[in-house]
């Protein structure tokens, strides 16, 4: 198959180097690694994070601390991939034939990835594995667990599955490929794979996830308000209706860019330019709806609070009066970039920049910037959290509960 053209025809000079499963398993090691640098940092700023998710206590002293297992992790994850991309690349020299021929090597290292997270191996976090498992398993078709058992560890769960959407297209479509005959997974992605909507459905599920989980705590609220006989601490669960509406506002923003992707005037009615202002008004909503949510909601900040709330003396500007980031220019430093990264869809607006999303490279990049968007706001909303529970939370909150350690929470 060697300078076949048919081949080449198939591959960019990015899949090239890193094929579509290597991309796939790439970003999963480094969220892996970024999870252990958020547990570690916020350790060092003695914010409890395994108290605040339930997860069993250290038993002894000499037992590692939770980054430290997770680093390990990691570690583990990290050396069969390095190795395996190392043994790829001298293998193939870049050759499209050679490429397309040793999908071997990614696909084995995929399976290695989820043996790593299911064999029941002691020494390599097989509790903080376990837990994660069986938190994705009760989150997978929006469950929720109670305060005491761990919601806002599974809220924390499903949110970073948001941020890795796009990842789970590219995974199904890795598969998609792997298992079609005459295919190969290291070929250029068929982003045709499944038809017009099966991919946008299952980058939409995340977001299914936490619209059920959502509408679970408004229910709660509603419940705990009948029992006592009128609307309680928690408010009357408006703040959990707009949070759903949040999420659903990317079901448009999705829908509408698989129209774009398989236009066809007959069937839609409607201009391509009128779909794509349709598209870009729904992205507008989303992303500020999204950036105002993380802001006030996620990280209790006064940006957008009114002015005597905003420039309140006993906190700088914007921000608010108990923090454990002393720093403030982390906080408006997380701020821009969370705004930034909410944005990055306008780069598909640059007119130099029109197919910018349409190379693997570009998307590649797209999916690296949201992991590293999930990854600061983690830190501030895990802080937001610790805040609540350990000074009291904000008055008009009713996110996530489990305010004070004497209170029984009943939403």
């Not at 509603?222 to 309680?232: D, E, P, T, V, W």
């Not at 999420?247 to 391509?272: C, H, N, Q, T």
């Not at 990280?299 to 002393?326: Q, V």
Request: glycine share 6%.
């Amino acid at each position: 198959m060697d300078g076949d053209p048919a081949v080449e025809s198939q591959l960019d000079g990015f899949s090239l180097v890193l094929p579509l499963p290597y991309r796939v398993a790439l970003i999963i090691v480094l969220g892996v690694w970024a999870w252990g640098l958020n547990l570690h940092y916020l350790h060092l700023i003695k914010i409890d994070v395994p108290s605040l998710i339930r997860y069993p206590a250290r038993n002894s002293p000499t037992e590692p601390p939770h980054h430290f297992s997770t680093y390990r992790l990691a570690t583990i994850l990290t050396i069969p991939l390095a190795f395996s991309l190392f043994l790829f690349w001298v293998i193939t020299h870049g050759n499209p034939a050679s490429v397309a021929n040793w999908e071997i090597l990614p696909n084995l290292y995929l399976l290695v990835l989820v043996l790593a997270f299911v064999l029941p191996i002691q020494r390599v976090s097989r509790s903080g594995r376990y837990r994660t498992l069986a938190t994705l398993k009760r989150i997978s078709i929006g469950g929720l667990a109670e305060a005491h058992d761990g919601k806002f560890g599974d809220v924390l769960m499903a949110d970073v599955l948001t941020s890795y959407a796009k990842v789970m297209g590219d995974l199904f479509i890795a598969l998609y490929m792997l298992f079609s005959f005459g295919r190969s997974s290291t070929e250029k992605p068929d982003r045709q794979a499944g038809g017009q909507y099966l991919v946008p459905f299952i980058i939409a599920i995340p977001s299914m996830i936490r619209l059920r989980q959502c509408l679970i705590e408004y229910f709660r609220v509603r419940k705990a308000n009948a029992k006592a006989g009128g609307i309680g601490a928690h408010g009357w669960g408006g703040q959990h209706l707009a949070n759903a509406l949040k999420y659903s506002s990317a079901f448009p923003v999705i829908v509408l860019s698989a129209l774009m992707r398989g236009y066809d005037p007959a069937k839609i009615g409607m201009s391509e330019a009128g779909l794509f202002r349709l598209w870009l008004f729904f992205v507008f909503v989303n992303s500020f709806y999204s950036f105002y949510w993380d802001v006030t909601k996620d990280w209790d900040l006064s940006l957008f609070s009114t002015s005597r709330e905003r420039n309140d003396p006993e906190h700088p500007w914007a921000l608010r009066r108990n923090r454990y980031f002393h720093a403030k220019e982390m906080y408006y430093g997380a701020i821009c970039l969370d705004l930034m990264l909410r944005c990055t869809w306008s780069l598909k607006l640059s007119p130099h920049l029109d197919h910018f999303n349409d190379l693997e490279g570009g998307i590649f990049v797209m999916e690296l910037l949201e992991v590293l968007r999930r990854w600061i706001w983690i830190f501030f909303r895990v802080e937001t959290e610790w805040v609540r529970n350990t000074r009291g939370p904000a008055p008009d909150d009713i996110l996530l509960g489990d305010f004070s350690p004497n209170k029984i929470d009943e939403d």
